[in-house]
Nanobody, 122 residues
Framework: VQLQASGGGLVQAGGSLRLSCAAS????????VGWFRQAPGKEPDFVAV???????YYADSVKGRFTISRDNAKNAVYLQMDNLKPDDTAVYYC?????????????????WGQGTLVTVSS
C-alpha cells in the first residue's frame, strides 16, 4: 500500500488542523493505520492508531485533543488535531500495517507516507 499525507501547516497555539492520508491498494480496509510524528533530532513518536476492527488508541500527550478516523470507502485516514500546542510541532507520518495487532512502536509498521510538517507557534 502507498500512503500520501497532507494538511500540515503553520498554526497558532490553541488552533486546529486536520491531516489527511490517501492510501492506494484494494485491501486498505484490512490494514491497521496510524499516525506518528517526528520532531527534529528525535525518533518517531506514536500519536494514534485505528485498527481494522474500529478501535482507536492515542498517546497520552494527545488524548482528548486529537481524533483519528478512517474512511475505507475513500481509502483515507484522518487526524483531527485540536487545541494544538508548540510541543506538537513535528513532521507527521501516516503509517499502515497488515494484520490485527495494534502496535505503538514505529518499527512495527511496514508502510509510511512521506510526512507533512505541522508547526505550532506560541
Amino acid at each position: 500500500v502507498q500512503l500520501q499525507a497532507s494538511g500540515g501547516g503553520l498554526v497558532q497555539a490553541g488552533g486546529s488542523l486536520r491531516l489527511s492520508c490517501a492510501a492506494s491498494g484494494p485491501t486498505f480496509s484490512s490494514y491497521t493505520v496510524g499516525w506518528f510524528r517526528q520532531a527534529p533530532g528525535k525518533e518517531p513518536d506514536f500519536v494514534a492508531v485505528f485498527s481494522r476492527g474500529g478501535a482507536a488508541y492515542y498517546a497520552d500527550s494527545v488524548k482528548g485533543r486529537f481524533t483519528i478516523s478512517r474512511d475505507n470507502a475513500k481509502n483515507a485516514v484522518y487526524l483531527q488535531m485540536d487545541n494544538l500546542k508548540p510541543d506538537d510541532t513535528a513532521v507527521y507520518y501516516c503509517t499502515a500495517r497488515s494484520g490485527s495487532l495494534i502496535p505503538t512502536q514505529a518499527d512495527m509498521y511496514d508502510y509510511w507516507g512521506q510526512g507533512t510538517l505541522v508547526t505550532v507557534s506560541s
